[in-house]
């Protein structure tokens, strides 16, 4: 048995209103989808997800490195040697590429043998994980508006943009909105220097803060320990942190209480077990969050939280409903701040192939 047939299929999602960051405002997301087909007719799915970082590049640079180094090794590979071909393609692809075919090929697996992707791995996934609504407006009272909305719905965690103006203005309007039930963490993605954000945190700790993610620049990890040491909210390594390497350096610095986890960004969930391993034998917990992806990157995440039940804070895999539309069918809805496993084997979810025609991207 092999894999018969590999399509990509470059994609641009819109948002339905624009995701205001201290990175910037973005009113697009670029990906790829990876289908894997079996001489059988069983499918895999993957996407690849771009990140900005030096190491990677943009969804062009992705693809390009996917048609040259996985295609060809990919089309006609025996299943029963896809553990090999991931070896081989380990030190050739940039992570988010590598992301897509190691899901794909998990994906495929998981639906020749009738199982859900989160019981492949050898450990009890749980059947539900909580994630956090996350806001991104630069407006105190649009924020404010938005986290009333998702609280009426259910989510007992929110996750608000800063490092913008007005920062102390809209978390204050998004507690008062949310209640003092509701959890509240920030995410800085990286904008301040470490004196600012010792400055900004601690006027902000008032607001009754969960945690707050990559407050200073991703390879400041002095900055990073400064931080951690002079404030009282949890530090959370997001973008800093992409391999085990980088991991280390985390830890050996004292930079962080925590790791958000993005398995587009560390290159899979393979390889995310084994950085969320390393993590906790550190004593640092874990989230696993989006990198604003489409649904088979949300449902790689779901499922891959999923197995990893002592992950016990919400998760960041919400972002579905950011967009106008997406490519997929069967992603689980929210339900009380809750995401569970539909049952279906894979990843649960399917390609809609209108939709596919509807947003495809030429990057020729």
Not at 48 to 56: G, V
Not at 315 to 331: I, N, V
């Amino acid at each position: 048995m092999a894999i018969e047939r590999v399509e990509l299929f470059p994609l641009r999602l819109r948002f339905k209103r624009p995701f205001e960051t201290a990175a910037g405002t973005v009113t697009t997301r670029d990906v790829a989808v990876l289908r894997l087909t079996d001489t059988t007719g069983v499918v895999g799915l993957g996407e690849i997800s771009p990140y900005p970082h030096p190491r990677f590049g943009g969804l062009g640079d992705l693809v390009g490195a996917f048609e040259l180094q996985a295609r060809p090794r990919l089309e006609g590979c025996s299943i029963d040697s896809t553990a090999s071909l991931l070896g081989e393609l380990g030190s050739r692809l940039p992570a988010p590429a590598f992301a897509a075919v190691d899901t794909a090929l998990l994906d495929l697996q998981a639906r020749r043998i009738g199982v859900p992707l989160a019981d492949l791995f050898d450990r009890p996934a749980r059947r539900s994980v909580e994630v956090n609504a996350t806001i991104a407006s630069a407006s105190p009272d649009d924020a404010a508006d938005q986290a009333r909305a998702f609280v009426q719905t259910g989510y007992k965690t929110l996750k608000l943009k800063v490092g913008m103006a007005e920062d102390r203005a809209r978390v204050s309007a998004v507690r008062e909105a949310a209640g003092w039930q509701t959890g509240l963490r920030l995410d800085a993605n990286g904008a301040w220097f470490s004196a600012e954000a010792v400055n900004n945190i601690g006027a902000l700790t008032e607001f009754g803060l969960e945690l707050i993610e990559q407050p200073v620049k991703p390879d400041d990890l002095a900055g990073m320990h400064r931080v951690r040491e002079s404030v009282l909210v949890p530090i959370v390594a997001d973008e800093g942190v992409r391999d085990a390497a980088d991991l280390r350096k985390h830890v050996q610095h004292g930079a962080c209480d925590g790791v958000a986890v993005k398995l587009s960004q560390v290159g899979g969930p393979s390889r995310a077990h084994v950085l969320v391993d390393q993590a906790e034998a550190a004593g640092l917990f874990c989230i696993v969050t989006s990198t604003l992806d489409g649904g088979v990157g949300l449902a790689a995440g779901l499922h891959f939280a999923a197995a990893r039940s002592e992950i016990e804070l919400a998760c960041g895999l919400a972002t579905q409903a950011a967009f106008e539309c997406d490519y997929t069918t069967g992603l689980p809805a929210v339900t009380d701040g809750r995401m569970a496993l539909n049952g279906v084997a894979g990843l649960g979810v399917e390609l809609d192939e209108a939709r596919l025609a509807d947003l495809a991207l030429d990057l020729s």
